[in-house]
């Protein structure tokens, strides 16, 4: 207790963990929401991500993730892993996107040309990079394919990976590992 009490007078500051923030945020304090999401975001986004495997869809589930973790922070019960919590409402907003859009109708070909030219939309022509991507993580299991953004994406350690998804670290490597073969795999079969 003493050595934190000199630490703190000499003037090096400690940067609160994601628990003290997300205990703040749910006093209304805004700047610890900020920190908050600045220290989360890369994470949050992967894992929404893997999840839903579309880029639109991922922001606007990520936006309504930190939205409902601003209404709901004070109601938060600690527990150590506010990460954890955080996937949880994450995960959530994304089944309730599958179920809403199983309600509605697929687009059609007409929609993705032009109007006047019907030529593609340019932004359809830049997205082959993404699309090779995306059709290489189709081929992975829904845990593996979370370990695999959020390692590559977010950058969290493996440990921190096992931790948030409540997993045994060797359990975790064992997925990492065999998802980075299926990948070198199919996209060497793709070349």
Not at 63 to 69: G, H, N, P
Request: aromatic letters at 8%; proline letters at 2%; charged letters at 30%.
């Amino acid at each position: 207790m003493l050595f934190m009490a000199m630490m703190s007078l000499g003037g090096e500051k400690r940067t609160p963990t994601d628990e003290e923030l997300l205990e703040r945020v749910g006093m209304g304090d805004e700047e610890a929401f900020r920190q908050l999401y600045q220290s989360t975001d890369r994470t949050i986004y992967s894992f929404i991500l893997s999840i839903v495997k579309n880029v639109q869809d991922a922001e606007e589930i990520m936006q309504e993730t930190y939205l409902k973790v601003w209404t709901s922070a004070a109601s938060y019960k600690s527990q150590g892993k506010p990460l954890a919590w955080m996937f949880t409402i994450a995960r959530n907003l994304c089944y309730m996107k599958f179920r809403d859009q199983k309600h509605q109708a697929d687009i059609g070909l007409d929609d993705l040309t032009g109007e006047e030219t019907g030529e593609f939309c340019p932004q359809l022509e830049n997205i082959a990079d993404k699309l090779a991507l995306q059709a290489a993580l189709e081929i992975l299991k829904e845990e593996e394919r979370q370990i695999v953004m959020l390692h590559a994406a977010a950058g969290m350690k493996h440990r921190e990976i096992a931790a948030s998804l409540k997993m045994p670290l060797a359990t975790v490597l064992s997925k990492y590992n065999r998802a980075m073969k299926k990948l070198e795999n199919y996209l060497g079969e793709e070349e």
